[in-house]
């Protein structure tokens, strides 16, 4: 008992060692001066050698340059008396602070995305910023910097906005006060903020809360939580356990969004911007839906299963992981195929909205001479940008194929679900997966022709096998029909019946 209590007592102040190292960063964003324009203040705490303050180059899960630097303008240092301190601007995301020691709060505007033009590296809305009179849309990394050494310090976010506004985000608050753990967890953290509506439920263990600005009030969270509760309750069938205790969807309705919409994950919530509607049609609905379930399956990768690229992530220089084909096909896979495998879409549903589009659009809309691979390494790039769409489609198909070929080899006792929830056993926050090795490390979990296919298909660019494999469970693929054949051999009815259900676990 008294050794335990030496090693705790040690283990603490070790702890409070090194967090007493890492000066805490405050941070003030204002948001009542002007539309369009965020006002920042941060208080570093004492500085010692760190000189050198970083804007993103880019944000974990986006896959695209943004450069956040371009946004940025009046960036000021002082001291204790108010006396500014030389600052020189290094490059399009570094400032260099001459006498950081001196350092006592440094100052600067920063230009909303939403209505800032940029020429080139468009900033997507879901990563971007906005403020407006009613509502301001909150990416940490689109306004937020931090110190070269001081990644992982403390940082807490006091938000001034407008009276009356409603604060949605997975942060934790204390007294008006929002904590993030260090850099990383507040840019994984977006805040939305104004005339919100709000609502909330709980799946199993985990409470499900969701904020929603519509900017003429037509879409409320109560409805979007009815739209979504049997997504929320098929998904936690397909993982069983929910790796999450609170998750927090974020949703940004405007009737423009730039011409853009779309969504990005984060590890307790994910964030919405997309058009307006009446919301009233079952595509509208299953529109909002489907994409709630492909952010909210993110949950399970990147944002669990990752690469040390992901873990340790650099926002200096763009870094591609080759494992996009698992963060963004097999989560695109997954959050598909679970809604079928719960009834919520009949095979029909399934095999002709899914999968048959996942096969033109391969085919038709992206250059399929790109392999996976290529998708992932060129994606910080202009070419790379224009094809990155693909993952979502043939990353989808590749996510397909390997499912089926596993159920072929483990003769129906293994597909790439329970690959997924061995694989969250296995890794997971803190204990990521090789970069270098997860193609062999794969093969060694489940069969050695694994590795033939990663090499055919993901790193190579063999054509897709599609008629070939939907035939072993007993799915045709002709023209533009995908269906169940009228005859199988037992053999493929036996596969078919296992395909379509989650496996025992
Ligand atoms: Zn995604």
Not at 328 to 349: C, F, H, K, P, Q
Not at 396 to 421: A, F, H, Q, T, V
Request: charged letters at 25%; a negative charge; aromatic letters at 12%.
């Amino acid at each position: 008992m008294r050794k335990l209590s030496l090693i705790a007592v040690f283990l603490y102040a070790a702890t409070s060692l090194i967090a007493q190292k890492l000066p805490e960063m405050r941070y003030t964003i204002d948001m009542t001066q002007s539309t369009d324009t965020f006002n920042i203040t941060l208080y570093p705490g004492k500085l010692k050698e760190a000189s050198t303050f970083q804007f993103a180059s880019t944000a974990p899960g986006t896959y695209q340059t943004m450069n956040i630097g371009r946004l940025i303008s009046d960036f000021e240092a002082f001291d204790k008396k108010g006396k500014a301190l030389e600052v020189e601007k290094l490059s399009v995301n570094q400032y260099k602070i001459s006498d950081p020691r001196k350092v006592h709060k440094l100052t600067y505007k920063v230009a909303e995305t939403f209505d800032t033009p940029l020429s080139e590296y468009p900033i997507y809305p879901m990563a971007g910023s906005s403020l407006e009179e009613d509502h301001a849309l909150i990416n940490v990394h689109t306004m937020l910097g931090y110190f070269h050494g001081l990644q992982k310090s403390p940082l807490t976010l006091t938000l001034k906005g407008r009276d009356g506004w409603e604060v949605g985000t997975a942060l934790s608050e204390d007294k008006g006060v929002y904590k993030a753990t260090d850099y990383d967890h507040a840019v994984d953290s977006p805040i939305l903020l104004g005339k919100l509506t709000r609502a909330s439920t709980r799946i199993a263990d985990t409470e499900v809360v969701i904020y929603t600005y519509s900017q003429n009030d037509k879409i409320s969270s109560d409805r979007l939580l009815e739209s979504m509760s049997s997504m929320l309750q098929a998904t936690r069938d397909f993982l069983i356990d929910l790796p999450v205790d609170r998750y927090t969807f974020l949703y940004h309705f405007a009737t423009d969004t730039r011409g853009a919409t779309g969504a990005w994950e984060h590890s307790y919530s994910s964030e919405y911007t997309l058009i307006e509607n009446d919301f009233n049609t079952p595509q509208q609905v299953q529109a909002v839906t489907d994409i709630a379930s492909h952010e909210f399956f993110h949950i399970v990768t990147p944002l669990n299963i990752h690469s040390e690229i992901v873990e340790e992530f650099n926002f200096v220089k763009p870094t591609p992981s080759v494992h996009l084909w698992l963060y963004e096909g097999v989560t695109e896979w997954a959050s598909n195929i679970l809604l079928y495998r719960a009834g919520e879409l009949t095979l029909d549903e399934y095999l002709m909205g899914s999968v048959r589009q996942k096969i033109l659009v391969n085919q038709q809309v992206f250059n399929s001479d790109w392999s996976l691979r290529k998708l992932a390494e060129e994606s910080f790039t202009t070419e790379g940008s224009r094809q990155y769409g693909n993952i979502y489609f043939k990353g989808s198909l590749i996510g397909n194929l390997l499912d089926i070929r596993l159920l072929e080899l483990s003769d129906g006792k293994m597909g790439l679900r329970e690959l997924l929830l061995d694989l969250i056993e296995k890794y997971g926050k803190g204990k990521p997966v090789s970069e270098a090795t997860f193609f062999d490390d794969l093969a060694a979990m489940t069969y050695p022709e694994i590795r033939q296919f990663f090499d055919d298909y993901v790193l190579d660019n063999k054509e897709l096998p599609l008629s070939e494999y939907f035939a072993k469970v007993g799915i045709q693929i002709e023209g533009t029909l995908v269906k169940k054949m009228e005859e199988m051999s037992p053999a493929q009815e036996r596969l078919f019946e296992i395909w379509s259900k989650n496996l025992e676990r």
